[in-house]
């Protein structure tokens, strides 16, 4: 993928996202978590970037962010160029177009007094697009072009299996053209071969509308069939991000290295070596001095307890925070 300016429909700069910790009355007894700690990525048009890594690392916390859904405590993110985060709630509205979401849990997500086709078309109509008529048949098209059919507007979310409700749920994504996508975990509650058509789904939507997906999950495998490149998160912080192929053929941060020795492997597949972390995440409330990682990497020195990391390009588009690569 070229990485010019203008291929790039989304930028995020050094964006913070830091919660205040209330334990008491007293200033002092006040703590900071820091979920997102100074990221910074692009995502290009038809490009899919994959986001990966434990759980509370700030994967989510950062697709809330670019929705604006949350508030950024510092930096900037950028849609076709135009900031997100010093526009009015009017032009906020407008902009807000162009970024949709799939969420983890299909049904959860969808409002359960709605009918199929009321859930399609309710983003038309806070947006007021169309006529009546004019959105009903953009519905009944979104329908089919998810695999579901027109009959099934008036059904209402109890009456789909999980696959059918993450599809209306991609159909109402789709609804305002949007340049990107955002899937939270798309696929983490479906059974594995439904994950596998809904998958394919999202890949066959992307080469159709030349759509942009901004995809987390834990599943590095479906990370890897589905990215273009791939961020690994740990703490706050992106460790690692280099195009999917040269991420998983030459891992350069330990933590990514130990992410991908825990995919269960095939049995035409070489097995190697389990690399088994020690000890827990730490606290986003007190992190590490020096590399957040370093409290359970195997190779730390003791320049990693003082000196943290920048994100550097080792490689030809291959970004890696650690002292010692």
């Known amino acids: 993928m070229s990485e010019g300016t203008n291929?790039?429909?989304?930028?995020?700069?050094?964006?913070?996202?830091?919660?205040?910790?209330?334990?008491?009355?007293?200033?002092?007894?006040?703590?900071?978590?820091?979920?997102?700690?100074?990221?910074?990525?692009?995502?290009?048009?038809?490009?899919?970037?994959?986001?990966?890594?434990?759980?509370?690392?700030?994967?989510?916390?950062?697709?809330?962010?670019?929705?604006?859904?949350?508030?950024?405590?510092?930096?900037?993110?950028?849609?076709?160029?135009?900031?997100?985060?010093?526009?009015?709630?009017?032009?906020?509205k407008k902009i807000r177009r162009g970024i949709q979401i799939i969420f983890q849990d299909p049904f959860s997500s969808l409002n359960p007094r709605l009918t199929a086709g009321s859930i399609i078309e309710e983003p038309l109509v806070i947006h007021e697009i169309g006529s009546k008529k004019e959105r009903r048949d953009r519905v009944v098209w979104l329908m089919e072009k998810v695999g579901l059919k027109a009959e099934h507007m008036t059904?209402?979310?109890?009456?789909?299996?999980?696959?059918?409700?993450?599809?209306?749920?991609?159909?109402?994504?789709?609804?305002?053209?949007?340049?990107?996508?955002?899937g939270d975990e798309?696929?983490?509650?479906?059974?594995?071969?439904?994950?596998?058509?809904?998958?394919?789904?999202?890949?066959?939507?992307?080469?159709?509308?030349?759509?942009?997906?901004?995809?987390?999950?834990?599943?590095?495998?479906?990370?890897?069939?589905?990215?273009?490149?791939?961020?690994?998160?740990?703490?706050?912080?992106?460790?690692?991000?280099?195009?999917?192929?040269?991420l998983f053929e030459n891992p350069l941060h330990p933590y990514t290295e130990a992410l991908l020795s825990a995919?269960?492997?095939?049995e035409d597949e070489e097995i190697t070596e389990r690399i088994v972390l020690s000890g827990d995440v730490p606290s986003p409330i007190d992190p590490p001095k020096g590399c957040p990682f370093h409290p359970r990497c195997p190779y730390k020195t003791d320049e990693c307890t003082y000196i943290q990391p920048e994100?550097?390009?080792?490689?030809?588009?291959?970004?890696?925070?650690c002292l010692l690569r």
């Open 7 to 92: 291929n790039k429909v989304l930028e995020v700069v050094n964006l913070k996202k830091y919660f205040a910790i209330k334990k008491g009355i007293l200033p002092a007894s006040r703590k900071t978590a820091r979920a997102v700690d100074g990221i910074g990525f692009f995502l290009n048009r038809g490009e899919t970037l994959g986001l990966v890594g434990e759980s509370g690392c700030g994967k989510s916390t950062t697709a809330k962010l670019i929705l604006r859904l949350l508030e950024p405590t510092e930096g900037d993110i950028l849609l076709n160029g135009q900031s997100l985060t010093n526009v009015s709630r009017k032009e906020l």
């Open 155 to 182: 059904r209402y979310p109890h009456e789909f299996s999980g696959g059918q409700q993450q599809r209306i749920g991609i159909a109402r994504a789709l609804s305002l053209n949007p340049d990107i996508i955002i």
């Open 186 to 246: 798309p696929v983490s509650s479906l059974d594995v071969s439904i994950q596998a058509q809904v998958i394919n789904l999202m890949v066959d939507l992307q080469k159709e509308f030349n759509l942009s997906y901004l995809f987390i999950a834990h599943d590095l495998r479906i990370v890897q069939h589905v990215s273009d490149r791939i961020a690994v998160m740990y703490l706050g912080k992106i460790v690692e991000l280099a195009e999917a192929v040269e």
């Open 263 to 266: 995919i269960p492997k095939f």
């Open 311 to 321: 994100l550097k390009e080792k490689t030809s588009n291959h970004f890696v925070a």
